[in-house]
Antibody, heavy 115, light 107 residues
Framework: QVQLQESGPGLVKPSETLSLTCTVS????????WSWIRQPPGKGLEWIGY???????NYNPSLKSRVTISLDTSKNQFSLKLSSVTAADTAVYYC?????????WGQGTLVTVSS | DIQMTQSPSSLSASVGDRVTITCRAS??????LNWYQQKPGKAPKFLIY???SLQSGVPSRFSGSGSGTLFTLTISSLQPEDFATYYC?????????FGQGTKLEIK
């Protein structure tokens, strides 16, 4: 079955760009939609956005000006870039398969924004 | 944007109890409602889609109902592994705004 694994720096400085990659195994990224969701420590879930294998994407308006989600079909990966980060962007970031319902999820990776 | 309000925000119950969690949408979303279970330090697990359809492998003690603006998640007989936080999520339109969560704790 499909499995997802997030990777990337665990610490990012304020005003810099957060970059994460999700590696998909057990299935091709050339199908379905692929999403990013985050969860600040001790808080609820926030949908960031998704990308379709065709390349079309949809972002949360609250983050849209700072977010880019992209695909690398040669590596069966998709990526998240979030620019101009602040402490409010500190969260566990999850990648997941799906557009309107998310299953499965990666294990999540904690990204801390701090100088 | 569709806003989701879950109640209660926390709930204490015992093994074997029947519990119900409610999720209310700020506008009608037909049956476009998903439920997730999250245990501490783990990713959420997809439980129910379309308000009432169980995802494959989910025990039958879980059930969902509702349409329009009011939805419920019911666990018919709590098991020790069910103590977790539950989130609802509308799948009607973007942005997908999750409910704030209901933490189910052992009494």
């Amino acid at each position: 079955q499909v499995q997802l694994q997030e990777s990337g720096p665990g610490l990012v400085k304020p005003s810099e760009t957060l970059s994460l990659t999700c590696t998909v195994s057990g299935g091709s990224i050339r199908s379905y939609h692929w999403s990013w969701i985050r969860q600040p420590p001790g808080k609820g879930l926030e949908w960031i956005g998704y990308i379709h294998h065709s390349g079309s994407s949809n972002y949360n308006p609250s983050l849209k000006s700072r977010v880019t989600i992209s695909l690398d079909t040669s590596k069966n990966q998709f990526s998240l870039k979030l620019s101009s980060v602040t402490a409010a962007d500190t969260a566990v970031y999850y990648c997941a398969k799906g557009r309107d319902g998310f299953d499965p999820w990666g294990q999540g990776t904690l990204v801390t924004v701090s100088s | 944007d569709i806003q989701m309000t879950q109640s209660p925000s926390s709930l204490s119950a015992s093994v074997g109890d029947r519990v119900t969690i409610t999720c209310r949408a700020s506008q009608s979303i037909s049956s476009y409602l998903n439920w997730y279970q999250q245990k501490p330090g783990k990713a959420p697990k997809f439980l129910i889609y379309g308000a009432s359809s169980l995802q494959s492998g989910v025990p039958s003690r879980f059930s969902g109902s509702g349409s329009g603006t009011l939805f419920t998640l019911t666990i018919s007989s709590l098991q020790p592994e069910d103590f977790a936080t539950y989130y609802c999520q509308p799948s009607y339109s973007t942005p997908h705004t999750f409910g704030q969560g209901t933490k189910l704790e052992i009494k």
